[in-house]
């Protein structure tokens, strides 16, 4: 099946640091990948769609210059949190689309734990 | 209005019974998809089953099934023979649109618990 690959799985840092989040695609190209942030106990919010050789697609009130995403080959998309603040502590999950008919489901990473100190 | 509603934050079920987990969905697209996932508390999103819009039968993987009531714009996910690794959250997503790029609508989720 599909392999997404997420990494790291698990983020502690100081205030200020900006944090790097790559998302692969181990067995299939992925043109789109999606980036969502997930609080406690809640649903996944889209953050944005990220889409090879172009700029993210991003959700209403997410900020494009604190979530960097760059999507620059068909197998990785990175999300980078610039200058982190504990509010931005959270867990953080990417997803690919395989290419070809629509019954296709996205593939996950297993999600980034961001805590910020 | 809401895409994708799950009015169940909470279910209980007994081993090896069957239980049925909500979902209405809210599209005028004539073409979608409906997906089910399960999220154990280690965080990974593990697909389950699909439905779509123009599929006659309801999708069946294994113990798990799709009542699927287009009318009705439902999308149930039935566990059979519930176990206890089957405890965990589950979300119910919408895809709408043939092109399966397009971004994914979910459910604001279901926590089941599988009690021995």
């Known amino acids: 099946g599909a392999v997404v690959s997420q990494h790291p799985s698990r983020v502690i840092c100081k205030s200020g640091t900006s944090v790097k989040i790559e998302c692969r695609s181990l067995d299939f190209q992925a043109t789109t990948m999606f980036w969502y942030r997930q609080f406690p106990k809640q649903s996944l919010m889209l953050m944005a769609t990220?889409?090879?050789?172009?700029?993210?697609?991003?959700e209403q009130g997410v900020e494009k210059d604190k979530f960097l995403i760059n999507h620059a080959s068909l197998t990785l998309s990175t999300l980078t949190v610039t200058s982190a603040h504990p509010e931005d502590s959270s867990f953080y999950i990417c997803?690919?689309?395989?290419?070809?008919?629509?019954?296709?489901?996205?593939?996950f990473g297993d999600g980034t734990r961001l805590s910020i100190l | 209005a809401q895409k994708i509603t799950q009015t169940q934050p909470g279910m209980f079920v007994q081993e090896k019974e069957a239980v049925t987990l909500d979902c209405t969905y809210d599209?005028?697209?004539?073409?979608?998809?409906l997906f089910w996932y399960k999220q154990p508390s280690s965080g990974e999103m593990i697909f389950l089953i699909y439905?779509?819009?123009?599929?006659?039968q309801n999708a069946t993987e294994g113990r798990y099934s799709l009542n699927f009531q287009k009318a009705r714009k439902s999308a149930n996910l039935v566990i059979s023979a519930s176990q206890l690794g089957d405890s965990a959250m589950y979300f119910c997503a919408m895809r709408e649109g043939p092109d399966n790029f397009n971004k994914f609508y979910f459910g604001s989720g279901t926590k089941l618990n599988v009690k021995p």
């Open positions: 990220s889409n090879e050789g172009s700029k993210a697609t991003y």
């Open positions: 439905q779509g819009s123009y599929d006659q």
């Open positions: 997803s690919a689309n395989v290419r070809g008919n629509s019954n296709q489901p996205q593939h």
């Open positions: 599209t005028s697209d004539p073409s979608y998809g």
